[in-house]
């Protein structure tokens, strides 16, 4: 029903910065709230950052004031951005989009997209 398609990652310097791109598409209105899940291998996943449609955003500690979160739409698609600024080895992750269904005919799982792979070198 819904497809999520990550983008914009890579390998990059401390202190620089990067843009993340998440492509939702197919039953659109399916899609509530969306935000940005970081894992590191052998740690758990984290939340960075997420957010309605004119909702406030959330970002974790970790994320506040270097990444900003942040979407657009038209009628077929909505786009999720990450920018990420001043960025730290300790951001070295594999970066999910994902979206909660929002909508009885949506199904209950939260949707999930391949995860793309961000690496900051010291």
């Known amino acids: 029903q819904v497809q999520l398609v990550e983008s914009g990652g890579g390998l990059v310097q401390a202190g620089d910065s990067l843009r993340l791109s998440c492509v939702a598409s197919g039953d659109i209105t399916c899609i509530g709230p969306m935000g940005w899940v970081r894992q590191v291998p052998g740690k758990g996943r984290e939340l960075v950052a997420s957010r309605t449609g004119n909702g406030r955003p959330y970002y974790a500690d970790s994320a506040e004031g270097r990444f900003t979160i942040s979407m657009s739409r038209d009628d077929a698609k909505k786009i999720l951005y990450l920018e990420m600024n001043s960025l730290t080895p300790e951001d070295t992750a594999v970066y999910f989009c994902?979206?909660?269904?929002?909508?009885?005919?949506?199904?209950?799982?939260?949707?999930w997209g391949q995860g793309i792979q961000v690496t900051v070198s010291s």
């Open positions: 994902k979206a909660v269904p929002e909508g009885s005919w949506c199904g209950h799982d939260d949707y």
